[in-house]
Nanobody, 118 residues
Framework: QVQLQESGPRLVKSSQTLSLTCTVSGGSITTSPYDWMWIRQSPEKGLEWMGAIKYMGNRYYSPLFASRIDISRDTFENQITLQLNSVTPEDTAVYYC??????????WGQGTLVTVSS
């Protein structure tokens, strides 16, 4: 069974970079045909898909975040990393990583609340 666990700082200051890591166990992040995604949720904006990295390493991002997001991976550690630059209090949300099989997001992490202070 594949499990995902988000980790990283819970509090970030405005204008700084938010960095989160998703550690995957029970399966490799290089296994076809899975994509590994970052999604966030806030009361104001609901669920927002941010971007993903494919099992081959290709990355694609939502236009909403494309100018300030980077998703990378460490195949040795079996981890996916999210970096979101120039954050503001509007980036306060619960951040999730998820595994997608090209039909739906089949596995989710428990999520981590990140608060951006002004």
């Amino acid at each position: 069974q594949v499990q995902l666990q988000e980790s990283g700082p819970r509090l970030v200051k405005s204008s700084q970079t938010l960095s989160l890591t998703c550690t995957v166990s029970g399966g490799s992040i290089t296994t076809s045909p899975y994509d590994w995604m970052w999604i966030r949720q806030s009361p104001e904006k609901g669920l927002e898909w941010m971007g993903a990295i494919k099992y081959m390493g290709n990355r694609y991002y939502s236009p909403l975040f494309a100018s300030r997001i980077d998703i990378s991976r460490d195949t040795f550690e079996n981890q996916i990393t999210l970096q979101l630059n120039s954050v503001t209090p509007e980036d306060t949300a619960v951040y999730y990583c998820a595994r997608d099989d090209n039909y739906s997001m089949i596995d989710w992490g428990q999520g981590t609340l990140v608060t951006v202070s002004s």
